[in-house]
């Protein structure tokens, strides 16, 4: 929309005002202060003829209504007010000026698609005998979505620090993002152990159980998924043709097909992330009219997916049978994640008092509390969450528990995999012991995965002065030196290796197989048992 410049020779010779009373103060102003204040009013102000047609219409007012001054002056002022054609079924919208003595709400689209909620209240003046109209449109869009978002959030974060199950917890985050924003349905997927995805919350979906059984039976992993590259990155990935995408994708046409009741094309992907893990990811599904999400929604599904990973993340540490000790790093980043929700509250807050809406209201109310909930809430969550340990890891050492991953692929999988180690238990401390677990079983699932091997072996080496993890496959190989896109994997395995001051080393060639080197200084406490491999 372009700028319309209000000259003030124009406005005196076509729209000279009478000056009653207090207007002669704004009459000793000027017609050039005057023109400024309507070019610069943030709230659409207008003006119809005795024929109820626009005669002028400042910037706002131009935005609000989606025409230019030259597209509105003479047009019939009732006919503008209509949503794609049709009328806007405002509240009371009467067929007779005459009839608009009080303010009445009509709801327009804007230039995004999303629709916007105007209320108008008009009032009559006489200009050199002619009576004319003046219309003030006020957009409420803006406060009224930041007090049903500051709701949601109220709501959502007290169900997740109150009672409910992880499943509940979800399918309400994804109810109040479907209620507060243009989506059709919103749903959370997780990764689980073996990197598939797992349908674990939605709503808005018409055949919500199908959905959930297509998912699990086409295995689908992060890799399947267009602009996976993005969601491995951290990054938002919305997707304007995802529909088209989909169900042109063999391993995703299944779930595809599930929502072909919906009249959808957008989705808009927020990955789930805990100390730079990928948790999983917060999808939501836009109507075929909407090219793409607001910036506003944008922020709505990514504080929303926030709070799903808080969930995630703790449904994950509650389900471990062996609480060794308190997850100092997961402890911190409760406290981080709780501290976001704090401040996402008060920033609705802050849109309220902008807006000039009343915090005195049941929302003002809510979200003031909410600031208090999650700092309460604090202290416990730091006593709920444990760092998540497998059990045989736990109970039997790091040798072990690599066995019973072993053989666990081996019935899954078809693949041929040989565990071999020290008999006894090796003296790790358990932060080393579980980092060499990830690693191991990281490269095991990748060979899984990306190999294409029938035979496997992990060796696990215990000689005064080093300690060495070594896993190989007869797999396809592949090129290290290579950038693979949407391979987390490796990845992890370097952050975890240097977590514990390990070297990792991995050999690999096209048609070659890959080899995976853990090495790390190892100095038992009891030398004289030195554990001897079997």
């Keep these: 929309m372009g700028s319309e410049n209000v000259d003030g020779d124009d406005v005196a010779d076509r729209h000279r005002p009478q000056v009653l009373g207090d207007a002669a103060d704004a009459a000793a102003l000027g017609l050039s202060t005057l023109a400024e204040i309507l070019t610069n009013a943030d709230n659409g102000i207008a003006i119809t003829d005795t024929d109820q047609r626009w005669i002028y219409a400042n910037p706002a007012a131009c935005h609000l209504l989606g025409r230019s001054l030259e597209q509105l002056r003479g047009t019939y002022f009732l006919a503008t007010m209509t949503t794609a054609g049709q ?27 999303a629709v916007r909620e105007i209320v108008c209240s008009t009032f009559a003046i006489v200009v050199e005998g002619h009576p004319q109209r003046v219309v003030i449109l006020n957009d409420l869009t803006g406060p009224l979505g930041a007090a049903r978002t500051g709701a949601a959030l109220s709501q959502t974060t007290a169900r997740l620090v109150g009672a409910g199950t992880t499943e509940e917890i979800l399918v ?42 297509a998912w699990a039976a086409a295995g689908v992993t992060i890799d399947d998924l267009p602009g996976a590259e993005g969601l491995l990155a951290g990054r938002t990935v919305v997707l304007p043709d995802a529909r088209e995408r ?58 929303l997916a926030d709070q799903s990973a808080v969930a995630v993340t703790n449904a994950r540490l509650a ?4 609480r060794t000790r308190l997850a100092r790093d997961l402890h911190d980043s409760v406290s ?43 202290a416990e969550m730091r006593a709920l969450i444990f760092e ?25 999988e078809q ?28 490269a095991l699932h990748n060979l899984v995965k990306h190999a294409d091997a029938d035979r496997a072996t992990v060796r696990v080496s215990a000689e005064m002065g080093t300690m060495e993890v070594v896993i190989s496959d007869n797999g396809n190989g592949f090129n290290p030196d290579e950038e693979h896109v949407g391979h987390l994997g490796l990845a992890n395995m370097t952050q975890r290796a240097g977590a514990i001051g390990a070297d990792l080393r991995i050999s690999s060639a096209p ?24």
């Design 87 to 113: 009328p806007s079924t405002p509240t009371g919208l009467p067929e007779q000026l005459q009839n608009l003595a009080e303010p009445f709400t009509i709801f327009l689209p804007d230039a995004d698609g």
């Design 172 to 213: 309400g985050l994804a109810r109040h993002g479907v209620e507060g924003s243009r989506a059709l349905a919103i749903g959370t997927i997780v990764v689980g152990e073996d990197h598939k995805l797992v349908a674990s919350g939605g709503y808005g979906y018409p055949a919500q159980e199908a959905s959930r059984e």
């Design 246 to 303: 989909w169900e042109a994708s063999s391993v995703l046409a299944p779930f595809a097909a599930t929502l072909t009741a919906l009249d959808w094309r957008t989705s808009v992907n927020v990955p789930l992330t805990w100390e730079g893990k990928l948790l999983g990811l917060f999808g939501a599904y836009l109507p075929s009219s909407v090219a793409a999400p607001s910036e506003a929604e944008l922020a709505f599904y990514t504080a």
């Design 319 to 322: 389900a471990s049978v062996e």
């Design 336 to 378: 981080q994640a709780l501290f976001s929700m704090v401040m996402h509250a008060r920033a609705a807050q802050l849109s309220m008092l902008k807006a000039g809406l009343d915090e005195r209201t049941p929302t003002g109310r809510a979200i003031a509390e909410l600031v208090e909930l999650t700092r309460g809430a604090l």
């Design 388 to 412: 998540l340990r497998p059990t045989a890891l736990a109970e039997e050492g790091l040798v072990a528990a690599l066995r019973k991953q072993g053989e666990a692929l081996t019935a899954r």
């Design 415 to 442: 693949i041929a995999i040989t565990v071999a180690g020290p008999q006894q238990r090796l003296e790790l401390s358990a932060n080393i012991e579980e980092h060499l677990y990830r690693i191991a079983c990281e």
């Design 511 to 534: 048609s070659a197989g890959t080899t995976v080197r853990v090495s790390l200084p190892y100095t038992p406490v009891h030398p004289e048992a030195m554990p001897h491999a079997t």
